[in-house]
């Protein structure tokens, strides 16, 4: 027995401490990473009007209606319109105040309605909205600066100034549902 080799064990590693450092890596990095949250598109919605309350009566004039078709293509009014000059159109629509018989009546009245297609594609709907929304600021803009000397951005969040230019210019936008289909 003296001249014979024992055969080694080997050596193993303990697996109990390696649960409680995985764990502790786990909370670690639940704890440092940031998660991003999808905001959304930011509007503002009127209130829900009452059950056997009827919807106010709007004359054709004052109702921009835009279409955009699952082909991506921009109507306005029926008439196709390219992307960019959709602002414009719009700003005109609503600072018409009476002067050209097809459009609006005044920014008070004006309605800007969108409607879209099931199939339209989501990039041009949200540069569409980006483009009716970019005419009220402007328009918002050009009133602060006429009125106020400042930009509307620089006017403070609930100031009476910001407050007066909305008033001006009330952001009446429509969004329809799209056609069953």
């Known amino acids: 027995m003296i001249g014979k080799k024992r055969k080694r064990e080997e050596p193993e590693l303990g ?11 786990l909370i670690f990095f ?6 991003d949250v999808d905001t959304g598109i930011g509007l503002v919605l009127p209130p829900e009007p009452e ?33 960019s000059e959709v602002k414009q159109k719009v ?8 002067q ?10 004006a309605i800007v309605s969108i409607k879209t297609d099931r199939q339209t594609p989501y990039s041009v709907y949200i540069d569409m909205l980006d483009e009716v929304v ?3 600021e402007e328009l918002r803009n050009t009133a602060a600066q006429s009125r106020f ?3 509307y951005e620089s006017l403070g969040e609930n100031s009476a100034e910001r407050q007066q230019v909305q008033d001006i210019y009330p952001k009446k936008i429509s969004i329809a549902e799209p056609d069953q289909g």
């Open 15 to 25: 697996g109990a401490g390696m649960s409680d450092i995985a764990f502790l890596l």
């Open 30 to 35: 639940l704890l440092v990473t940031t998660i």
């Open 51 to 83: 059950q056997d309350q009827e919807p106010p009566p709007i004359k054709e004039r004052n109702m921009l209606k835009i279409l955009v078709n699952a082909q991506g293509m921009v109507l306005l009014d029926e008439e196709p319109t390219s992307l």
């Open 91 to 98: 700003k005109d629509f609503i600072d018409n105040r009476g």
């Open 100 to 109: 050209d018989p097809n459009l609006s009546e005044s920014p008070d009245k």
């Open 134 to 136: 970019g005419a009220y």
């Open 149 to 151: 000397g400042k930009s």
